[in-house]
């Protein structure tokens, strides 16, 4: 398999690549750049194209999808502490309110 030739990807891993690609595209990096990284993508995701054996192709994992939430405390530290003061005295009067009405407060 010559570089670059993706013959040995499946319908599904060439689906996933244009999705990326059309991510990127939207945010501005350029077609040819895009599609580069959607292939980094897909390789780092499934490690290459179609591998001979069974059961082979099982499980991708997704691990490019699960880098969401990495700065999710981001947002909290960009608040002053009487915002976050007046968010948490909120919150108590919520929790306060629900068990008065013998509802539960945390699931």
Do not use: L
């Not at 993706?6 to 599904?12: E, I, L, V």
């Not at 077609?31 to 099982?58: F, H, L, Q």
């Amino acid at each position: 398999m010559a570089r670059g030739d993706k013959s040995k990807y499946t319908d599904k891993q060439e689906r996933k690549a244009d999705h990326i690609a059309e991510g990127y595209e939207k945010r501005g990096v350029s077609e040819k750049e895009a599609e580069r990284r959607a292939w980094a993508t897909v390789n780092k995701d499934d490690g290459g194209g179609k591998k001979s054996g069974s059961g082979r192709g099982a499980h991708t994992g997704h691990p490019a999808a699960h880098k969401g939430g990495k700065t999710g405390g981001a947002a909290p530290s960009q608040r002053t502490a009487a915002q976050r003061s007046e968010s948490a005295k909120k919150a108590a009067a919520t929790r306060k309110r629900n068990a008065e009405h013998g509802q539960h407060a945390s699931r």
